[in-house]
């Protein structure tokens, strides 16, 4: 199985920035992308964002294009989420997520457990 582990959120205000971190480990051959997803109080999840391993191709939502960039390092098998010009909108549990490219765009067949990010006014 892979597992993933995401940290780095926390309480930022308005226009500020935040860095999450998802570690993946475990038998990570069967992951060909991964990204994240986001999920707002009394709401369903959303993509967020995400990224074929080994290769350029990035998808963002919408909401976050211009704002977030997603990164990886491979020699720390971490990816980042960099959210830069955060708006309240952008308050919710941040969930890492590996799976595959595809419509959804991403196919997530693995989550992490979530990190919690709250932007205020």
């Known amino acids: 199985q892979v597992q993933l582990a995401e940290f780095g959120g926390g309480l930022v205000q308005t226009g500020g920035s935040l860095r999450l971190s998802c570690v993946i480990s475990?038998?990570?051959?069967?992951?060909?992308?991964m990204g994240w997803f986001r999920q707002a109080p009394g709401q369903e999840r959303e993509f967020v964002a995400a990224?074929?391993?080994?290769?350029?191709?990035?998808v963002y939502a919408w909401a976050v294009k211009g704002r977030f960039t997603i990164s990886r390092d491979y020699a720390k098998n971490t990816m980042y989420l960099q959210m830069d010009s955060l708006k309240p909108e952008d308050t919710g549990v941040y969930y890492c997520?590996?799976?595959?490219?595809?419509?959804?765009?991403?196919?997530?067949?693995?989550w992490g457990q979530g990190t919690q990010v709250t932007v205020s006014s």
């Open positions: 475990g038998r990570t051959a069967s992951v060909d992308a």
């Open positions: 990224s074929r391993l080994n290769s350029d191709p990035t």
């Open positions: 997520a590996a799976g595959a490219l595809g419509p959804g765009p991403l196919r997530a067949d693995y």
